[in-house]
């Protein structure tokens, strides 16, 4: 029988907030775009949403340097958010890094089926965080 108690740590601890959890996620995601990615190549994170402006916020925290935002969505592309111009896909820069943070069904598969029909390999020209 499983006991869930109000009063359990996972459900009162700060340290257990959903925030905390992200937090430490950018941590971690940090250190490995710092070991992994040269600090010369450019930074675009997929997706320009609030929870994804957010969650880079989070990694600029951890000094992760954001060159733009890129998004499918035609009301986006062009614009500024959170201080990166949001590009359309196929305005994307050869030889970036493309971070995603795409969470709507389908997204990953977009983006994944995208950078591998131009050639990016995932782990060495991306990777996807949400």
């Not at 994170?45 to 402006?53: D, N």
């Not at 925290?61 to 614009?79: C, H, L, W, Y």
């Amino acid at each position: 029988r499983w006991h869930d108690r109000a009063a359990r740590l996972s459900r009162t601890d700060p340290r257990y907030a959903t925030e905390a959890f992200f937090e430490l996620k950018a941590r971690h995601l940090a250190r490995w775009l710092r070991e992994h990615v040269s600090p010369s190549r450019a930074l675009l994170v997929w997706g320009a949403g609030r929870v994804t402006r957010r969650r880079v916020r989070l990694l600029q925290t951890e000094g992760v340097s954001v060159t733009a935002f890129v998004d499918i969505d035609p009301n986006k592309q062009g614009r500024s958010r959170a201080g990166h111009l949001v590009l359309a896909p196929d305005q994307i820069p050869a030889g970036a890094f493309h971070l995603g943070h795409v969470g709507t069904r389908g997204a990953r598969e977009f983006c994944r089926n995208f950078l591998g029909a131009r050639g990016c390999v995932e782990g060495r020209d991306f990777l996807f965080a949400a």
